[in-house]
């Protein structure tokens, strides 16, 4: 079982529909949670992050943490064409020992259809 | 714009060849990581350095090999390439510290240098 399992897509949705995106993760040990956006011909940048469980609101996103579950989600409402992009998770144990290092999702393509 | 500068934006080299790939990091960051990304593989980690010195390594392959220098910047060396290397490879660049917050260890990725093996 890979250590973050995030869906490819490519996923379409309509302009204005509220998108959710989604990653599971194998490693209960993983403390931090971030989404990065990363647009055609662009390096990945940081949409927000989370530490542990609970939900973060940034304005049309949502991040959303289940560690139970060991799930994550992103949710974009009122979705906009210049959302079109791929955007990955990423995970991390945290940041104190040289082996905590950053896994990231293999992203899901997302394109909004006007 | 991240503030991560990465030159060449493109290299079209053949399999055999040696390459390099330049980083410059945001100012004041002190970590540079040096990432590949291919379509079945997604983005994988290959080597992260800290304020000069080697702090973790990830997938990467004896055939690479890293530095960063005194002001900072970092150098990917790619030798004897094969055609599966062919991918993006990303820098990013963190404040970074010995041990710490995340606000302290995001990382901003510079936007990439495609390499082409033919």
């Known amino acids: 079982q890979k250590e973050v399992e995030q869906d490819p897509g490519p996923l379409s949705v309509p302009e204005g529909a509220i998108v959710s995106l989604n990653c599971t993760y194998s490693?209960?040990?993983?403390?931090?949670f971030m989404w990065y956006r990363q647009y055609s011909r662009k390096g990945p940048e940081l949409l927000m992050y989370?530490?542990?469980?609970g939900n973060k609101e940034d304005g049309r996103f949502t991040a959303q943490v289940d560690k139970s579950s060991k799930y994550i989600s992103l949710f974009i409402r009122d979705s906009q064409p210049s959302d079109s992009a791929t955007y990955l998770c990423?995970?991390?144990?945290?940041?104190?020992?040289?082996?905590?290092?950053?896994?990231f999702g293999k992203g899901t393509r997302l394109h909004i259809l006007p | 714009d991240s503030g991560v500068t990465q030159t060449p934006k493109h290299l079209i080299t053949a399999t055999g060849q040696r390459v390099t790939l330049r980083c410059s990091p945001r100012?004041?960051?002190?970590?540079v990581y040096w990432y590949q990304q291919s379509l079945d593989q997604g983005l994988q980690f290959l080597i992260q350095?800290?304020?000069?010195?080697?702090?973790a390594k990830g997938n990467i392959l004896e055939r690479f090999s890293a530095q960063q220098f005194p002001d900072l910047h970092s150098e990917l060396n790619l030798s004897s390439l094969e055609l599966g290397d062919s991918a993006l490879y990303f820098c990013?660049?963190?404040?970074?510290?010995?041990?710490?917050?995340?606000?302290?260890?995001?990382?901003?990725f510079g936007a990439g240098t495609r390499l082409s093996v033919l």
């Open positions: 990013a660049s963190s404040v970074g510290t010995s041990g710490g917050s995340l606000a302290k260890n995001i990382q901003y």
């Open positions: 490693n209960s040990a993983f403390q931090y």
């Open positions: 989370t530490y542990s469980s």
């Open positions: 990423a995970m991390t144990p945290g940041l104190m020992n040289r082996d905590d290092k950053i896994i």
């Open positions: 100012s004041g960051d002190l970590s």
């Open positions: 350095y800290y304020n000069g010195e080697e702090r």
